[in-house]
């Protein structure tokens, strides 16, 4: 039964997002591999069946008659369908009856603070969002990259927080201040800047085909992770180049991983400084939408030695997803055989 008021509702969905990462320790596996919570792994992990098909009016469905199950669309971005998948597990998970889901349950997501009369929704969103964006990957992401909570108040901190969060940036603005790290003041002022911009941005003076994909900013800060994207993104790697001691990354290898530079270009991090260390912009694209692993060394190219430093990332850009097995699935069926 779902609860009386709105904030019984939103603290009930909170606290079954939390179980349920405890009973599938979610959290030990994005600390063990990185990037987000695997939504369509958790579905799979519980045996709950999974459609995804062209869905017309409608994000998702969860249906509980004769069998549970789940029906997430194949015509919206891969932030929407994670967490439209994850409205319907919360449904699933706190035993709802059954649901279908359109356009309103973005409009009515709790942190936007806007209430709703039907109970059982705003459990579900809540759950969503819990799920999705619980505060312990808010700040797991934020240590790693080394953010403040002062970084939050920049447009590009927060585009780079959604995509690591696997959520969108209008929603991860207003997730911020549901976990008290910013003012709803400040969400406001920060939706101000399209992510479009900030896109434009990061590119300079490249201008891909279109803006649709995301830009991803890469540091050495993100080795040892798993970037989960869309065919359409972009990667613009931040690398400290010691090419004053010989040593360079090698761009070379990029092509190996199936990518293409698109942009190469160098800044000095002193002006004053002479043979000091620079920062280097390299802008790759996905030559075919793939998952795969990217590694680039910095060494110096006479020298056989082992590199200076290593930038080694899993990445899976096959999103959004498709008709028929989910990336989950298709992942699993891929290391099993």
Request: aromatic letters at 8%; a negative charge.
């Amino acid at each position: 039964m779902a609860a009386a008021d709105y904030a019984g509702a939103v603290r009930a969905g909170t606290m079954a997002a939390a179980r349920l990462h405890q009973t599938l320790d979610m959290r030990g596996m994005v600390e063990a591999r990185g990037g987000s919570v695997d939504i369509f792994g958790a579905i799979q992990a519980l045996d709950l069946p999974l459609l995804l098909r062209p869905l017309q009016g409608l994000l998702g469905a969860y249906l509980s008659d004769p069998a549970p199950g789940i029906l997430v669309t194949t015509q919206r971005s891969m932030a929407i369908q994670r967490f439209t998948a994850a409205h319907e597990l919360g449904h699933y998970a706190m035993k709802h009856l059954p649901s279908l889901d359109d356009e309103s349950i973005l409009r009515r997501m709790p942190m936007t603070g806007a209430p709703a009369e039907d109970f059982q929704e705003v459990e579900a969103d809540a759950f969503a969002v819990g799920f999705m964006m619980p505060r312990w990957l808010i700040q797991w992401h934020a240590a790693r990259q080394g953010w403040t909570v002062d970084d939050f108040r920049r447009p590009n901190r927060v585009y780079q927080l959604a995509l690591r969060l696997g959520a969108s940036y209008e929603a991860t603005c207003w997730t911020l201040v549901r976990h008290r790290m910013i003012a709803a003041a400040l969400a406001r002022e920060l939706q101000q800047t399209q992510p479009r911009e900030l896109k434009v941005a990061l590119l300079q003076d490249y201008r891909p085909q279109d803006y649709r994909g995301d830009v991803w900013l890469l540091t050495e800060r993100d080795a040892g992770t798993r970037i989960d994207g869309s065919r359409n993104d972009l990667f613009v790697l931040r690398l400290k180049e010691h090419s004053g001691g010989g040593y360079l990354w090698n761009i070379e290898q990029l092509a190996a991983s199936g990518f293409a530079v698109v942009r190469d270009a160098t800044e000095a991090i002193d002006s004053d400084g002479i043979g000091g260390p620079v920062i280097r912009y390299v802008t790759a694209a996905p030559e075919d939408g793939g998952r795969g692993s990217l590694q680039l060394d910095e060494r110096r190219p006479w020298e056989p030695d082992p590199p200076l430093s290593r930038l080694q990332l899993d990445f899976d850009l096959t999103g959004p997803e498709e008709e028929g097995l989910s990336r989950a699935e298709r992942r699993r069926l891929l290391e099993a055989a």
